[in-house]
T-cell receptor
């Protein structure tokens, strides 16, 4: 157990729908990072939050949004889902504002859009 | 956490042999590098890291080599074991950003 908890583990939904993925960071970690792992693009950085504030944004679609709550858990919202959004979505956490030793991944949420 | 069938380069080695996994990076401003291991059903797991002011770092059975001249990173695994079978990713961070950029990954298969 890495200490980073992601729920749900699996999610199957239809095109056009909206889903929310949840991540609880490791105890004491202030930063949360979201990554997408798809068939043809490997691990792609989506967005980072640090202590409730957005810190960095990567290749995140406008249909996707995220937030980090006061208790430091984070949610990734995916809307108007398309078949191509099917992927593994990983959350990682770290203590400080930038990745270093202690950048720990959760086990991921497998999203299947049908 | 499995690699969802990515068409990855594969390295096949015999149990007990040494493995070398290579990674090329493109950003000369990258100052920190990490190797991750991803087993089926799990998220990427930290193996070893190295800062750009070093060219070699050793861990338990693993060594990372950094050649900044040609922007090349390698992971050496000594006495490879069946439990080392996984997908290995290198990742880099530049000196200004907060995100890690991942390489495409290499699948290591260990034959008993």
């Amino acid at each position: 157990d890495s200490g980073v908890t992601q729920t749900p583990k699996h999610l199957i939904t239809a095109t056009g729908q909206r889903v929310t993925l949840r991540c609880s960071p490791r105890s004491g970690d202030l930063s949360v990072y979201w990554y997408q792992q798809s068939l043809d693009q490997g691990l792609q950085f989506l967005i980072q939050y640090y202590n409730g504030e957005e810190r960095a944004k990567g290749n995140i679609l406008e249909r996707f949004s995220a937030q980090q709550f006061p208790d430091l858990h984070s949610e990734l919202n995916l809307s108007s889902l398309e078949l191509g959004d099917s992927a593994l979505y990983f959350c990682a956490s770290s203590v400080v504002g930038s990745p270093g030793y202690g950048y720990t991944f959760g086990s991921g949420t497998r999203l299947t859009v049908v | 956490g499995e690699s969802v069938g990515l068409h990855l380069p594969t390295l096949s080695v015999q149990e007990g042999d040494n493995s070398i996994i290579n990674c090329a990076y493109s950003n000369s401003a990258s100052d920190y590098f990490i190797w991750y291991k991803q087993e089926s059903g799990k998220g990427p797991q930290f193996i070893i890291d190295i800062r750009s002011n070093m060219d070699k770092r050793q861990g338990q059975r693993v060594t990372v080599l950094l050649n900044k001249t040609v922007k090349h990173l390698s992971l050496q695994i000594a006495a490879t074991q069946p439990g080392d079978s996984a997908v290995y990713f290198c990742a880099e961070k530049d000196n200004a950003g907060n995100m890690l950029t991942f390489g495409g990954g290499t699948r290591l298969m260990v034959k008993p």
